[in-house]
Nanobody
Framework: QVQLVESGGGLVQAGGSLRLSCGGS????????VGWFRQAPGKEREFVAG????????YYADSVKGRFSISRDNAKNTVYLQMNSLKPEDTAVYYC?????????????????WGQGTQVTVSS
């Protein structure tokens, strides 16, 4: 069983930055790949970025490539999402999720554990 807690969301102006954190419980958290997803009102949940259990592999949605960066510190059981050059269209609730598959997956259905989400609002 893995429990995830996101933090770091908030209100920021377009062009600004935020860093989200995803804290995982238990020693096994470091064995899980982690993905960040987001969901805007009236839209489906979409993949944003993912990182392998070791941190050696990362993958990004085209919409955030070059602006967002995912990383992890397994000693702290934490995965980060650094978001730069934020745009109003990045406004959403951001979720982190964990899965045990070897490869990074982009489908929400393939993730086993989810956090409660943190709101990110980007004003124009």
């Amino acid at each position: 069983q893995v429990q995830l807690v996101e933090s770091g969301g908030g209100l920021v102006q377009a062009g600004g930055s935020l860093r989200l954190s995803c804290g995982g419980s238990g020693r096994t958290f470091r064995s899980y790949g982690v993905g960040w997803f987001r969901q805007a009102p009236g839209k489906e949940r979409e993949f944003v970025a993912g990182i392998s259990w070791s941190g050696g592999s990362t993958y990004y949605a085209d919409s955030v490539k070059g602006r967002f960066s995912i990383s992890r510190d397994n000693a702290k059981n934490t995965v980060y999402l650094q978001m730069n050059s934020l745009k109003p269209e990045d406004t959403a609730v951001y979720y982190c999720a964990a899965q045990l598959r070897v490869v990074i997956t982009t489908s929400p259905d393939e993730y086993d554990y989810w956090g409660q989400g943190t709101q990110v609002t980007v004003s124009s």
